[in-house]
């Protein structure tokens, strides 16, 4: 009999896990350290170990990451792309050197140890010596096509070197950014008044992964390669170390730091001697990596189910140093989202002076019970991002109590918002907030939303820093005078895009709805609100019961959409938007279809529309539409060249249909 709290605790590690990893590997925004992390699934790991019953097939141990996101292309991989387990000291490193020597009966067993770089990794496909293809990991089977992205790596050789080069060659590596590069990258991205990225992964993430290569192109990205997957057509070398020469002499680029060593002695000396000079390598390296240098032994050891039983990572402990807590500070992000802060006594750490370190959320802070007046301990997690590690409750001085955490915004006074059993708190004065401005005002003027083309980023931020728009009801204000002030503001410039806000004002209730930023509300709940309550009006006189009634609205969505609407700032806005002359077509119930109801998932390219196209018709006939198949899934609709949701729904008995009966189900009237 497994208890009813191992199941609970079970339940809530995947689904932190799974949360942790889609911020992780899909927004490239992680809320966690690695530590933290790699706590929360070695705890999963030992209960599932413990009580084997529990373990299913979609649980965060039987898998490597996350799905792709929509932006790239899905790339199928030849061979899975694995994780690799960690170590995290001497008796770790012993039993992993254990368990290899017992696998192969052998006695001391030879490794090659290379530096771990914090990266993004990519497998990057060479056809008669030509670059064919580059993918990203993505969820271990299936990554994201950034071919055109990896070609402007300078790095990366877009033809193999040599004529005997291997009809088909996939290599495995590391897109890196190198410490002084990105020190330059973030130099230009504060002159343009621009974001900094927080640590390297980060910003090589974000560079490889942009929808236009000419930005790439412009990113300080590095490559070292240190594996192949498919191999067809030539000799293989006997060791890995062999294999990193027969890469270096095809001209692809390999870590020179690699070393081939003996027993668990020769990879603790190797650990020690790169974590001493770990300072004055050109990038950035969180641990070492041991692999099993025999390719032949790797096969016979071959995996589990997430990683190789012939390799490990070993990290570098965090420097971590004591300090006092002396104040917590709430901060709002420009989404709306409330970040508690802890204010240090200025502590050098790891060569930085640290005053401040994330709580991360309300529920982490009242988790830990970090106090102000507290001895806590500070690291800098991946040696860039300041973190408390833990307090010295021995040390806690009796004046010291719990902190309370708002229930209104400390910006704007709004209430908050937080969904039930979510850890993100949101101020719910979106329209007001100053904290939110430009993030509200970009928003609402995009194509989905109001669609009012020519307002980009950089002009946001010159109309919010003026003064001109303080609310989104102050676009309908500016006039060609105030936009000739603005730089690069010409008059036929500032005339056009007085016309384009002009003509924003016939606009629909599902844009504006996903316009106005509502927490919880998406495009597809936008469209749900609309179809069943018509006008704005309607909408806003609802109570929580009522707003219930619709589909998919919840308690949390209900909640949170009811107290957008009685929040005094925002009913001023809309009102103003009244006011400057907005006006929303009328909407029609949805009318009975054969998908209403139904909840449907497109994959592949469509011949007849776009894919956003198709999203919103079948939406606007009442159906649901999402981006992954599960057993309430009804349909999958595979256009041409479809990814691996084809195999899933043909997995859970989905049925799968052909942009044919699309098009027969949009004939239907919306």
Known sequence: MIPKTVRERVEALRQQIREHNYLYYVLDNPEITDAEYDALFAELAALEHEYPQLVTA????????????????????????????????????????????????????????????????????????VLKQAATRGDGTVGEDVTANVRTVRGCPLRLRGSDVPARLEVRGEIYIPKAGLKALNARQLAAQGRPFANPRNAAAGSLRQQNPAVTAQRPLSLFCYAIGEFAGGGMPDTQDGLLDFLKDLGLPVNPERRVVEGVAGC???????????????????????????LRDQVRLGAVSRSPRWAVAHKFPPEEMPTRVEAIEVQVGRTGALTPVAVLRPVAVGGVVVSHATLHNAFELAR??????????????????????GVRLSERPASAVPFVFPDHCPVC????????????????????????????????????ALDIEGIGEKLVDQLVDTGLVRTVADLYRLSVEDLETLERM???????????????????????????????????TAQMLSRHFCTLGALMAADEETLMKVPDIGPVAAHAIRTFFTEPHNEKVLAALKAAGLEIAPMEAVVPSAVAGKTIVLTGSLRG??????????????????????????YVVAGDDPGSKIERAR??????????QLQEWLREPA
């Not at 918002?417 to 907030?433: H, P, S, Y």
């Not at 997995?651 to 044919?660: M, Q």
């Open 490 to 524: 010409g008059r036929r410039s500032a005339q056009k895009l007085v016309e384009a806000i002009r003509a924003s004002r016939q606009t629909t209730l599902p844009k504006l709805l996903y316009g106005l930023g509502i927490p919880e509300v998406g495009e597809a």
């Open 368 to 389: 830990r019970d970090i106090r102000v007046g507290d001895t806590v301990h500070v690291r800098r997690a991946g040696d860039v991002i300041p973190e408390i590690t």
């Open 268 to 294: 603790l000396a190797y650990h020690a001697d790169l974590q001493r000079r770990r300072d004055s390598l050109p990038y950035d390296i969180d641990g070492v990596v041991y692999k099993v240098n025999s």
């Open 609 to 634: 529309l776009t894919r956003a196209d198709a999203q919103a018709a079948l939406r606007a006939r009442g159906a649901k539409v999402t981006e992954s198949v599960s057993a309430r899934t009804d």
């Open 58 to 129: 979609d649980s965060p141990t039987q898998r490597v990451g996350e799905p792709v996101t929509d932006g790239f292309r899905p790339v199928r991989h030849g061979q899975p792309m694995l994780s690799l387990s960690n170590v995290f000291g001497e008796d770790d490193l012993a039993d992993f050197d254990r368990r290899v020597r017992e696998r192969l009966s052998a006695g001391v067993v030879t490794y090659i140890g290379e530096p771990k770089l914090d990266g993004l990794a990519i497998s990057i496909l060479y056809e008669e010596g």
């Open 651 to 660: 997995a859970l008995g989905v049925p799968v249909v052909g942009e044919e």
């Open 413 to 448: 006074g709004s209430p908050v918002v937080r969904a039930e059993g979510g850890m993100i708190t949101r101020c719910a004065g979106g329209l007001f907030c100053d904290a939110q401005r430009k993030q509200t005002v970009r928003h609402f003027a995009s194509r989905r």
